[in-house]
T-cell receptor, first 113, second 115 residues
């Protein structure tokens, strides 16, 4: 199993550009998550999904869209990038049911100029 | 809403010394608590978790944590630090009881090892 994969690893955008961060998992996990990590802030939840066809907002959802058309994929879209979205983005997944741990991808480092 | 406070953004210990990383939480429901480790330029890896039952939880790499409800704490310890333990450590609490809606993380503690 590859686990949770994220592409790209690095990306530089200009303000106003759009892009999609890709996340895929091959563990047949129902639940998937997007977090952003900023220095001194820890990780903050952007959006999450508890199954195919469902998504929900986390703590910091503004400026981001997600969709869940398959169990494996959970892309994160920035429609109009802003410098405040410069961050490291982590995707995670976990099996359904209580108390199961989340498995994290390696992250995407995004810089918005 | 749940919250996590990690005391000390940086902790420095000598190799072979005790490691103590502090975590206090606030939760309106019985908490499920986690410690994750992040090595440079990598994702997060679970060290250990507390759900219910025994309050002393053992994890990987010799780490353990004790859940103290009266103190709302979940401090992480390791009796003897190794150079390979140098990393960022995050304490987290499930946002709701079952945790389907994700985790709330502390701001992290950077563990520095001195030879």
């Amino acid at each position: 199993n590859a686990g949770v994969t994220q592409t790209p690893k690095f990306r530089v955008l200009k303000t106003g550009q759009s892009m999609t961060l890709l996340c895929a998992q091959d563990m047949n996990h129902e639940y998937m998550y997007w977090y952003r990590q900023d220095p001194g802030m820890g990780l903050r939840l952007i959006h999450y999904s508890v199954g195919e066809g469902t998504t929900a907002k986390g703590e910091v959802p503004d400026g981001y869209n997600v969709s869940r058309s398959t169990t494996e994929d959970f892309p994160l879209r920035l429609l109009s990038a802003a410098p405040s979205q410069t961050s490291v983005y982590f995707c995670a997944s976990r099996p359904s049911g209580e108390l199961n741990e989340q498995f994290f991808g390696p992250g995407t480092r995004l810089t918005v100029l | 809403a749940q919250s996590v406070t990690q005391l000390g953004s940086h902790v420095s210990v000598s190799e072979g010394a005790l490691v103590l990383l502090r975590c206090n939480y606030s939760s309106s429901v019985p908490p499920y608590l986690f410690w994750y480790v992040q090595y440079p330029n990598q994702g997060l890896q679970l060290l250990l978790k507390y759900t219910t039952g025994a309050t002393l939880v053992k994890g990987i790499n010799g780490f353990e944590a004790e859940f103290k409800k009266s103190e709302t704490s979940f401090h992480l310890t390791k009796p003897s630090a190794h150079m390979s333990d140098a990393a960022e450590y995050f304490c987290a609490v499930s946002r709701t009881g079952g945790g389907a809606d994700g985790l709330t993380f502390g701001k992290g503690t950077h563990l520095i090892l001195q030879p």
